[in-house]
T-cell receptor
Framework: AQKITQTQPGMFVQEKEAVTLDCTYD???????LFWYKQPSSGEMIFLIY??????QNATEGRYSLNFQKARKSANLVISASQLGDSAMYFC??????????????FGRGTQLTVWP | DVKVTQSSRYLVKRTGEKVFLECVQD?????MFWYRQDPGLGLRLIYF???????EKGDIPEGYSVSREKKERFSLILESASTNQTSMYLC??????????????FGPGTRLTVT
């Protein structure tokens, strides 16, 4: 079975500081992808970053980076230089590359990040 | 820009009513998905579809059905709404076979209240 675990229901960080949001995953498949989405209070889901299981380098997108540790099955999101607009719910998700379920994502329960001035 | 639209942002229905939630995407995506989102539970997959007239059960299909008569439209149906179906419903779409990321694009959500 596929599972995503986000153990931090809420996180607080001061503006301009870095913050790490934890995500661990469980799958027996060798080929998979990991995603992070942001959901502001307005409700829309915004794709942030992606890491493939065979990618050797950690993914980066601007202030976002994904700390991928395959042996530990973790895919933590690091946000550098936090901004007030980063306050949102963050979801980790996994895609497993198997025919019958190709394309579906498994989501964690989310982490509510609050950035304070 | 990919656009996924949902028919209503807010909906209030009575117990026992038949409820239709509509989702339309404009990027010719093969895959479409319906999730419900509840506080502390994240997004849970209800149903998904890889092609027209095709559907697959997700993790919580009980009490729901779906319809995909056209590629761009995916409908979620609550045959007889109950109060425990009060939730936020999110629709998403993605490219199909051969896509690189299978990144999902989400609609704005429908907050359904069943009284």
């Amino acid at each position: 079975a596929q599972k995503i675990t986000q153990t931090q229901p809420g996180m607080f960080v001061q503006e301009k500081e870095a913050v790490t949001l934890d995500c661990t995953y469980d799958t027996s498949d060798q080929s998979y992808g990991l995603f992070w989405y942001k959901q502001p209070s307005s409700g829309e889901m915004i794709f942030l970053i992606y890491q493939g299981s065979y990618d050797e380098q950690n993914a980066t997108e601007g202030r976002y980076s994904l700390n991928f540790q395959k042996a530990r099955k973790s895919a933590n999101l690091v946000i550098s230089a936090s901004q007030l607009g980063d306050s949102a719910m963050y979801f980790c998700a996994m895609r497993v590359d198997r025919g019958s379920t190709l394309g579906r994502l498994y989501f964690g329960r989310g982490t509510q990040l609050t950035v304070w001035p | 820009d990919v656009k996924v639209t949902q028919s209503s942002r807010y909906l209030v229905k009575r117990t026992g009513e038949k409820v239709f939630l509509e989702c339309v995407q404009d990027m010719d995506h093969e895959n479409m998905f319906w999730y419900r989102q509840d506080p502390g539970l994240g997004l849970r997959l209800i149903y998904f579809s890889y092609d027209v007239k095709m559907k697959e059960k997700g993790d919580i299909p009980e009490g729901y059905s779906v319809s995909r008569e056209k590629k761009e439209r995916f409908s979620l149906i609550l045959e007889s709404a109950s109060t425990n179906q009060t939730s936020m419903y999110l629709c998403a779409s993605s490219l199909g076979q051969g896509a690189y990321l299978y990144e999902q694009y989400f609609g704005p959500g429908t907050r359904l209240t069943v009284t």
